[in-house]
């Protein structure tokens, strides 16, 4: 049953999460043109608000603890450890290369010597956009702080479900 809340819960953050991610990334397109991230680098020097949302956001797509990823994560884990302890494993193996993998894009990208004048004279966030990305950042924070609210909401549709199976 709580592989079941997991999965929910995980389908709601991964629409927060990669939602934000797609934001930033298209605001950082609309500022320079360009989202390679071969051609990218020295974008926190200019736009250092947009880089650390961006950052916040692949924190909640690590599932470090705090943000909403972390208990829909855990609770996925810990059910496939008990029924599947391969399957487990090799999800856990799996969030550690996706880590490295994000962390080296984002060193890359977003970090070093500026490589193009447009990258230095793009400008930050504007209001708005910074209202958008307060919000979805905020929904990551609250839905992995306070997780019950939630899952209590999804635990009787899970329970009905589970019940269905046996």
């Known amino acids: 049953m709580h592989g079941v809340q997991g999965a929910v819960f995980q389908l709601l953050n991964f629409g927060i999460v990669a939602g934000g991610l797609?934001?930033?990334?298209?605001?950082?397109?609309?500022?320079?043109?360009?989202t390679d991230?071969?051609?990218l680098g020295g974008v926190?020097?200019?736009m250092s608000l947009l880089v650390a949302f961006f950052f916040f956001f692949g924190l909640a797509s690590m599932r470090?603890?705090?943000t909403n990823g972390f208990p829909a994560e855990f609770?996925?884990?810990?059910?496939?450890?008990?029924?599947?302890?391969?399957?487990?494993l090799a999800a856990l193996f799996t969030i550690v290369v996706g880590a490295g993998y994000f962390l080296g894009i984002y060193r890359q990208?977003?970090?070093?010597?500026?490589?193009?004048?447009?990258?230095?004279?793009?400008v930050g966030l504007r209001s708005r956009e910074l209202a958008l990305?307060?919000?979805?950042a905020g929904l990551i924070l609250l839905l992995g702080l306070w997780p019950s609210s939630v899952l209590d909401i999804i635990r009787v549709a899970s329970e009905a479900w589970v019940g269905h199976l046996k």
Do not use: N, Q
């Open 64 to 66: 470090v603890p705090g």
């Open 109 to 122: 990208a977003f970090l070093g010597p500026v490589r193009h004048a447009v990258i230095s004279e793009a």
């Open 22 to 34: 797609f934001l930033i990334t298209g605001f950082l397109h609309h500022r320079i043109g360009s």
């Open 37 to 39: 991230i071969i051609g």
């Open 75 to 88: 609770l996925l884990i810990v059910s496939a450890l008990s029924t599947h302890t391969g399957a487990g």
């Open 133 to 136: 990305v307060l919000v979805l």
């Open 44 to 46: 926190a020097k200019s």
